[in-house]
C-alpha cells in the first residue's frame, strides 16, 4: 500500500468510544466521499492519546493538528477547511481554560509538556489491530536480536542493569526477579501477564493492551527466552472487553507471522501465549492470588516464601509482571539500559503512567518521569484545581494509598518516598481532593472497597478492617470518641504488620494517613460533632438566614421531599426533621442564603 | 508469511516503514524540514493541488524519512502556487509559482541538502 498525503487518527479508547468517537469516524468518511478525497487520507483508529477529558480527540498528519471534543458534525468543516484548503478549523483546537490560548500541537499543551512517553510510546502513534505498523516502528526487532544473538544472561543483565522496577505497585526490581526464575532448574517454567488492573479509575495497563499489544507480545516473548519458558498467560480482567478483543487479533497476527508459536526466528525457541479472564476481584491483583484464580481455585493469596520465580503456577517457576513493565521491556533491550536510566530519579529509572482524576482541570492518562513532584503533576500537568478551589489532598496508589496533604506536594514521586510519605506507588491512581472532600469521609469510602475485596483468608483484613470500617461510621455520624481514634491507629498498624498480602498491608493506609494530616477533621467530627466540610450528612445542619432569604420559592420547588416551609413574600425554613440533607436548595438559592451548620 | 529470521524481520519493517514515517517525525518539529504548499482558494485554482502531490511523490520515492509535506492556505496570492521550505536552523525560503516540474527540481535540490 502506498502512503496517502494525509492521515487522521482517531482514538478509540474505551473511553472515547464512550463519548462518540465511532459516529465521528463514518462522518469521516462520509465527507471524504463527497470531497473525492478518499484516497488521499488514511484513517487510523489507534490506542489512548491520554487526554481522555477533552475526547474524542482526532489528529490530523503530517500538520500535527490536535482538535479535541470532536463531534460528528464537525468533520464535514475539518475536511472542507483543513484538509481540503489548508486551514485549520480553530474552534475545535484545545483551549486552555485558565489563559484562553488555543494550542494547535499537543506537545505544546501544559498537559503534555511535562511528560516523558516510554511506556505509552506507541500509543496513539501505531494502528494496534495492525501488525504491520508495529513492523514500521521496529516492532519485535529487540525479540529478534535476543533470541538469534543473545543468551539470556546477556537479556537478564540488561534488565538488571536498567533498573526496571515492577508497575504493579510493590517496586521489585525485575531483571532480579527474571534471573531467580533463571537460576531454578525446572522442566517448565511460565510466564504471566498481570492484566487485572483493579484500582478504580486505573486505566493504563487497558490503554496498552488497546494501544499497544504487540510490544506486550513481544516483552513475554523476551521473558519467556530469558527465563527458559515456553509458555504464557494473560489473567485479564473480563471487563475489558476491547484490550481482550485487541489483544486476541494481535495474538493471532503474531502466529501467523510465526512470532509465537515453534521455532521463533528459526531458532529452538517456541513459546505461546493463552488468555485467562479473571472476575475482577481485586485481590486477583496479587500475584500469587492470580495464580490461584488462573488454576481455577478460589482467588486467595498464597503464603511467601516460596516465591512464584520458584513455585508458581501449577508449583513451576513462573514470572509474573504488570503489563506496564512489559511494555518498556522490548525498548530497553533497543536502546541500552543506559537510555532508560536516563530518564527518572535515584534508583528509581524510567517513567510512571498515572491515572489522573478528581477535582483537576485535565483529568487523562499522564505518564511522568520518576522523580517529578506531586506539585508539577497536580498544576502543571494537571491545570491545577477545578474552579478555583483550594487544593485539600492528594491521594495515589489505588483505594488502599494514604492522602498526602499540602505540606507533602514537593514530594518526588518514587517508590520510597510515596512509602514514606505514608502512602504508596500502587498502580498509578491518583485522585485529587479539594476543600470540598471530608477527608474522614474519605478514609471511610477507601475502607469500604477494601473491606468490600477481602477475601477473608486472614483475620486482620477480615475482622480488622471491618472493625476499623465500623469506627469511621460511628465518627460520622457523630457518635465517636476519642478513644475511637486511639483504636483506629492501634488496629490500623497491627493489621498492616500482620496481614497475609498486599491488600491487607495497605488497607489501612487511608485512614493512617489521613489521621497523620488531616487529624482536626477527625478531631472536629468527635468533639464539636462537626465536619468541617460539610459532607458527613448526620452532622450537617441546613438552614436559612432569614435576612438573606427574599421569598422566592425557588428552594421550595427543588426540594425532593418538600420540607421548606413558606410561599411568596413569606421567608422561608427547613423543617429539620424532614430534611435529608441533599443540598439541592442550596445549590438553586439565588442569594446564598442557606448555609451549613 | 512465517518469518525465519532477522532479516526477514527488516524486511517487512522496510516495507511497512513508510506507512508510519509520517506519524513518528510530525513530532519533532524542531527536527524535521517542512515544504508548506498553499492551497487555499486561491491555490486550488491555480494547479497547487498537483503541485502538492508532485511534492509528496517525489520526497517519498526520495526516502526523504525527515522532510513532511503539508497543506497550508494560501501564502502569497499573486504568485500562487507558493511553496515556503522551511529547514531547521535556516532561514525559510518562499517560491512562488511552482509548478510539477518546478517541484520536482526543488526535492532534487533538497535532496542533497537534508541527507
Known amino acids: 500500500m502506498n502512503p496517502t498525503r494525509l492521515q487522521i487518527l482517531i482514538c478509540g479508547g474505551t473511553g472515547c468510544i464512550s463519548s462518540g468517537c465511532l459516529d465521528v469516524e463514518t462522518a469521516l468518511v462520509k465527507s471524504l466521499e463527497n470531497h473525492g478525497m478518499t484516497d488521499e487520507v488514511t484513517i487510523l483508529k489507534v490506542g489512548c492519546f491520554g487526554f481522555c477529558e477533552q475526547g474524542p480527540i482526532v489528529k490530523v498528519y503530517p500538520d500535527n493538528t490536535f482538535y479535541v471534543r470532536v463531534e460528528a458534525k464537525d468533520m464535514e468543516e475539518i475536511v472542507e477547511s483543513h484538509l481540503l484548503k489548508g486551514k485549520p478549523v480553530e474552534r475545535l483546537l484545545f483551549k486552555d481554560p485558565e489563559t484562553s490560548v488555543r494550542y494547535t500541537h499537543h506537545r505544546d499543551m501544559p498537559f503534555y509538556a511535562s511528560q516523558a512517553r516510554l511506556a505509552l510510546m506507541h500509543c496513539g502513534v501505531v494502528d494496534p489491530e495492525k501488525i504491520t505498523d508495529y513492523f514500521g516502528v521496529d516492532g519485535y526487532k529487540a525479540l529478534a536480536v535476543a533470541v538469534t544473538e543473545q543468551k539470556p544472561k546477556d537479556v537478564i543483565d540488561i534488565v538488571k542493569d536498567s533498573g526496571i522496577r515492577g508497575r504493579g505497585g510493590a517496586g521489585f526490581p525485575s531483571g532480579i526477579k527474571w534471573e531467580a526464575a533463571y537460576n531454578v532448574q525446572s522442566d517448565k517454567k511460565y510466564v504471566v501477564c498481570n492484566a487485572d488492573e483493579g484500582d478504580p479509575g486505573a486505566f493504563m495497563d487497558r490503554s496498552i493492551l488497546e494501544g499497544d499489544p504487540h510490544a506486550v507480545i513481544e516483552a513475554m516473548a523476551i521473558c519467556a527466552y530469558a527465563i527458559g519458558a515456553d509458555e504464557g498467560v494473560v489473567y485479564v480482567r473480563a471487563e475489558y472487553p476491547l484490550a481482550i478483543n485487541r489483544f486476541k487479533i494481535a495474538c493471532a497476527q503474531a502466529r501467523e507471522y510465526g512470532l509465537l508459536g515453534k521455532n521463533i526466528f528459526g531458532t529452538d525457541f517456541n513459546f505461546d501465549i493463552t488468555i485467562d479472564l479473571g472476575a475482577g476481584a481485586f485481590v486477583c491483583g496479587e500475584e500469587t492470588a492470580l495464580l490461584n484464580s488462573v488454576e481455577g481455585q478460589r482467588g486467595e493469596p498464597r503464603i511467601k516464601p516460596p516465591f512464584p520465580a520458584a513455585v508458581g503456577l501449577w508449583g513451576k517457576p513462573t514470572i509474573i509482571n504488570n503489563v506496564e513493565t512489559l511494555v518498556n521491556i522490548p525498548q530497553i533491550l533497543l536502546k541500552g539500559a543506559d537510555w532508560f536510566k536516563s530518564f527518572g530519579a535515584e534508583n528509581n529509572s524510567g517513567t510512571k503512567v498515572f491515572a489522573l482524576a478528581g477535582k483537576i482541570n485535565n483529568v487523562g492518562l499522564v505518564e511522568v518521569p520518576m522523580g517529578i513532584t506531586l506539585r508539577d503533576v497536580v498544576y502543571k500537568i494537571g491545570g491545577g484545581i477545578r474552579g478555583g478551589k483550594k487544593f485539600k489532598a492528594i491521594q495515589t496508589g489505588g483505594p488502599s494509598g494514604g492522602c498526602i496533604s499540602e505540606k507533602g506536594l514537593d514530594t518526588q514521586v518514587t517508590f520510597e518516598n510515596l512509602q514514606k510519605a505514608g502512602s504508596m506507588m500502587g498502580s498509578g491512581g491518583m485522585i485529587v481532593m479539594d476543600e470540598t472532600d471530608c477527608m474522614v469521609d474519605i478514609a471511610k469510602f477507601y475502607l469500604e472497597f477494601t473491606v468490600e475485596e477481602s477475601c477473608g483468608k486472614c483475620t486482620p483484613c477480615r475482622v480488622g478492617n471491618t472493625r476499623m470500617y465500623e469506627i469511621l461510621e460511628r465518627i460520622t455520624k457523630g457518635h465517636g470518641t476519642e478513644d475511637d481514634i486511639t483504636e483506629l491507629r492501634n488496629l490500623g498498624e497491627t493489621i498492616k504488620a500482620t496481614s497475609l498480602c498486599g491488600l491487607g498491608n495497605s488497607a489501612p493506609n487511608p485512614v493512617l494517613s489521613t489521621l497523620d494530616n488531616f487529624m482536626d477533621e477527625y478531631l472536629a467530627h468527635v468533639h464539636e460533632k462537626r465536619c468541617p466540610s460539610g459532607k458527613c450528612k448526620d452532622l450537617v445542619k441546613y438552614v436559612i438566614v432569614p435576612e438573606k432569604c427574599i421569598a422566592c420559592t425557588l428552594c421550595k420547588r427543588v426540594c425532593p421531599v418538600d420540607c421548606i416551609i413558606g410561599e411568596r413574600k413569606v421567608i422561608h425554613e427547613i423543617d429539620q426533621e424532614r430534611c435529608i440533607k441533599c443540598g439541592a436548595c442550596v445549590d438553586k438559592c439565588p442569594k446564598d442564603a442557606i448555609i451549613t451548620e | ?115
Open chain 2, 1 to 115: 508469511m512465517k518469518i525465519k529470521s532477522r532479516e526477514d524481520l527488516q524486511a517487512l519493517r522496510d516495507k511497512y516503514r513508510d506507512e508510519v514515517i509520517m506519524r513518528l517525525v510530525s513530532d519533532n518539529f524542531e527536527t524535521r524540514t517542512e515544504i508548506n504548499v498553499g492551497i487555499g482558494e486561491t491555490g486550488l485554482k491555480t494547479g497547487a493541488r498537483d503541485t502538492l502531490k508532485t511534492f509528496f511523490d517525489e520526497v517519498n520515492l526520495a526516502k526523504l524519512e525527515n522532510v513532511s509535506v503539508i497543506a497550508v492556505d494560501c501564502i502569497d496570492r499573486s504568485n500562487s502556487p507558493v511553496v515556503e521550505i522551511k529547514i531547521p536552523g535556516k532561514e525559510p525560503v518562499i517560491h512562488n509559482k511552482v509548478d510539477s516540474a518546478k517541484a520536482k527540481a526543488l526535492v532534487a535540490a533538497l535532496k542533497t541538502e537534508v541527507q
